[in-house]
C-alpha cells in the first residue's frame, strides 16, 4: 500500500495568513493526489484534485502543488470558515490512502 | 443535481453484522465506481473498498478482507456495504463517495453512524 505522510497533524494560524500543508507519498503518485476540508460532523468536500486543479466553486485562495511524491497545499489569506481538517488522498493505486489529516486552527 | 443518501444510524451487538445502504440519484448510477471510506470518533479517513456497479466487481482493503461485502442493486441505484463480525473498534461513521472519471470523490453520502456495543 501506499503510505502518505501529512504534516503537520496539527496548525495554528491568524486570519489572513498564509498556510501550508505538505503531503509525501512513499512512492509516485502520477500527481493523482486530492486534498478534502472537512468540518465537524460534516462529510469530507474535495478541494483541489490531481494535485492542482481546484475543484469548481471552491475559492481561489485554496491551492495545490507538487509531482512525484511530494505535494503541497495552500491556503492564501487564512479566513475563519477555513477552520476544519484537511485531508490529502492517492488515487494512483488501490488502496485509496489518505493522510493522517491536518487540524486547521485559528490563533 | 447528484445526490447519496444512507441509510440511518444503527446500534449494533459485537459479533453481529451490519448493512449500510447508499441511494444515488442525479445521475446514471452503473457509470461511476462507488467508494466506502470511514472514520473512527475523532480519526482520520479509512478507505475500505470500492464496487463498480456496472458489473458488480469489488476491491476491498486488505484489513477488511473477508469481513466486508459490498453489493449494489441497479434497479433502484443504490449501493450496499455490509460488514460483519463487529468489534467495538468497527464503530465509525461510515461514508460512501462517488469516484469522478478524475479518481477523486466530488460527491458523498451524509454518513452513517454505526455503533457497536454490548
Known amino acids: 500500500d501506499i503510505q502518505m505522510t501529512q504534516s503537520p497533524s496539527s496548525l495554528s494560524a491568524s486570519v489572513g495568513d498564509r498556510v501550508t500543508i505538505t503531503c509525501q507519498a512513499s512512492q509516485d503518485i502520477n500527481n493523482y493526489l486530492n486534498w478534502y476540508q472537512q468540518k465537524p460532523g460534516k462529510a469530507p468536500k474535495l478541494l483541489i484534485y490531481d494535485a492542482s486543479n481546484l475543484e469548481t466553486g471552491v475559492p481561489l485562495r485554496f491551492s495545490g502543488s507538487g509531482s512525484g511524491t511530494d505535494f503541497t497545499f495552500t491556503i492564501s489569506g487564512l479566513q475563519p470558515e477555513d477552520i476544519a481538517t484537511y485531508y490529502c488522498q492517492q488515487h494512483d493505486n488501490l488502496p485509496y490512502t489518505f493522510g493522517q489529516g491536518t487540524k486547521l486552527e485559528i490563533k | 443535481q447528484v445526490q447519496l443518501v444512507q441509510s440511518g444510524a444503527e446500534v449494533k451487538k459485537p459479533g453481529a453484522s451490519v448493512k449500510v445502504s447508499c441511494k444515488a440519484s442525479g445521475y446514471t448510477f452503473t457509470d461511476y465506481y462507488m467508494h466506502w471510506v470511514r472514520q473512527a470518533p475523532g480519526q482520520g479517513l479509512e478507505w475500505m473498498g470500492r464496487?463498480?456497479?456496472?458489473?458488480?466487481?469489488?476491491n476491498y482493503a486488505q484489513t477488511f478482507q473477508g469481513r466486508v461485502t459490498m453489493s449494489r442493486d441497479t434497479s433502484i441505484s443504490t449501493a450496499y456495504m455490509e460488514l460483519s463480525s463487529l468489534r467495538s473498534d468497527d464503530t465509525a461513521v461510515y461514508y460512501c463517495?462517488?469516484?469522478?472519471?478524475?479518481?477523486?470523490?466530488?460527491?458523498w453520502g451524509q454518513g452513517a453512524l454505526v455503533t457497536v456495543s454490548s
Open positions: 464496487i463498480n456497479p456496472n458489473s458488480g466487481g469489488t
Open positions: 463517495a462517488r469516484e469522478e472519471t478524475t479518481g477523486d470523490y466530488s460527491d
